[in-house]
């Protein structure tokens, strides 16, 4: 399964002596692997030489008809995203399907859609969103108003992921509210939650509607939390995966990431 050999800096050869097995319902060697690899660590190099990465990265990156990229997501968290699924999920015999709260451009759904194609043959990414810019929002807490974010033209963005072939990319429009509720009782069992949408509600609502559907032992990725303008956000994860759940996280960098109970 692991064709990389991901090497870090000496003064973490310690985490060779690291126990392998599960600690508070997550793997902490694996969450220092994947996040000191990318710092401190050739992992950036391994996957700008992986042929998949590549390609999905490109695909990506790719400009909207607006002129920006389709992703705004941080190359460092789409190789978190590509590492967990090469090295985590793709030896799972029935891993699940992949969902995404908040799309935007549609790029990073676009970049889990190229990767699983090759690495989870038959997993299915289904992203949500408005593509109309947030609905209202709490200015208690968070930094974005109602409408932030630009809308997407979604024919444009179905047609674009057709040519592509991307036949296991679906995009769902609407309020969450409206959508999740019956879209997640069909989709079925979850292996990876990536959660990118900024707000507080949003984050909170999202949560509590994919944690039903995820596997024992999928991933929760936070994009967003880490970020200066999506304090709201990280309190949706304080409140409700800390405190409530008592998670503790696999990794905290370049994002958060969880495993589900």
């Not at 990389?4 to 126990?19: D, E, H, K, T, V």
């Not at 695909?59 to 997501?73: E, F, M, Y």
Request: aromatic share 10%; proline share 6%; glycine share 10%.
């Amino acid at each position: 399964m692991d064709d990389w050999n991901i090497q870090l800096q000496p003064f973490l050869a310690g985490l060779g002596n690291m126990p392998r097995a599960a600690r508070k319902g997550r793997e902490v060697y694996n969450g220092y692997i994947r996040g000191c690899g990318l710092k401190y660590g050739n992992l950036k190099d391994l996957c700008l030489a992986d042929p998949v990465f590549c390609e999905a990265h490109a695909l990506a990156t790719a400009p909207a008809p607006n002129g920006k990229p389709r992703t705004v997501v941080a190359l460092a968290n789409l190789i978190n995203l590509f590492t967990i699924l090469k090295l985590n999920l793709s030896g799972l015999t029935a891993p699940g399907h992949i969902v995404e709260f908040g799309s935007l451009r549609g790029g990073s759904a676009i970049f889990m859609a190229a990767a699983a194609k090759v690495l989870l043959p038959g997993s299915q990414v289904i992203s949500f969103d408005t593509f109309a810019g947030f609905p209202e929002t709490d200015a208690a807490i968070d930094a974005y108003g109602e409408g932030g974010f630009e809308s997407v033209d979604l024919d444009e963005l179905r047609g674009h992921v057709a040519s592509l072939g991307l036949d296991n990319l679906t995009f769902i429009e609407g309020r969450f509210e409206d959508t999740l509720p019956g879209a997640l009782a069909e989709i079925g069992r979850v292996c990876l939650a990536h959660v990118d949408c900024d707000v507080y509600d949003a984050v909170a609502f999202s949560y509590e509607q994919v944690k039903p559907c995820m596997i024992s032992g999928g991933y929760l990725i936070f994009d967003d939390p880490l970020v200066p303008t999506c304090i709201g956000a990280f309190e949706a994860v304080e409140e409700l995966l800390v405190r409530r759940d008592g998670l503790h996280a696999e990794q905290v960098f370049p994002h958060l990431v969880y495993r589900a109970p």
